[in-house]
């Protein structure tokens, strides 16, 4: 019989074990996000969306096409950051 502290170390290792699997699923779904859409994404909760990656990835999709004043704000946010970024370098 397993001891309390082995009950523990193997939920621990249990949890871990569906923490990466969730972090792999929801990168699978962003991989084809534009970088300029990731922000949004992580915004909304991505993992919401749908159980599979490619569920997720459409389901982002129709909420963009839905929600367009959303995805243009991520798209000004990100150039702006990337704006900045590139003053930056120039600068230094």
Sequence with gaps: MKSAAE???AARVRGYKAWERRRENEERAMVN???HMIPLWKKIGG???GSTPHERAERFAEYTEENPGEAIEALQDWS????????A????
């Design 80 to 87: 702006d950051r990337k704006l900045e970024m590139m003053i």
């Design 33 to 35: 996000l534009e970088p």
């Design 7 to 9: 009950k523990v170390a």
């Design 47 to 49: 993992a919401h969306l």
């Design 89 to 92: 370098q120039r600068d230094a």
